[in-house]
């Protein structure tokens, strides 16, 4: 999980982080493998679209494993996660990856997804690694 009080740059750096993922190139001198990025961002997609494209160089647009959702979940309910892991399984299927990074971005004022007594969820970024969700597994 990632913290910072708003507008210090949080969705920047994991968005930056994300690309690298998504194109399998090195990041900050580390060798990344190439997966499957689900970025749920309700509250500005466009912004991490664009703070993500500052970093993709030489891939044509729409090739890469990642996909931007711009709906808040409620993570409370079961089909609403039950359908991003749909989602992540297809994705991964479909780009041939072995993992998935799962990205819940700044929820602010969002009640929808945490309960009120997680008030500082809502202030930061929480990314979630999946290494293998088998067809049967969570």
Partial sequence: MLIAPPAHGKTAIIAAICAYVAMGRPFAGQRILRNSVY?????????VMDRAYGHIVGVPKGSLP?????????????????GIVSDVRKMKSKSQTEHAIVVIDTLKGRESCFARRETSLRAGLI???????????R
């Fill in 127 to 137: 990314v979630l690694l999946f290494p293998q969700w088998g067809s049967g597994s």
């Fill in 66 to 82: 990642s996909y931007v959702v711009d709906k808040a979940p409620d993570l409370r309910d079961e089909s609403h996660v039950s």
């Fill in 39 to 47: 970025y749920i961002a309700p509250e500005d997609a466009q912004g």
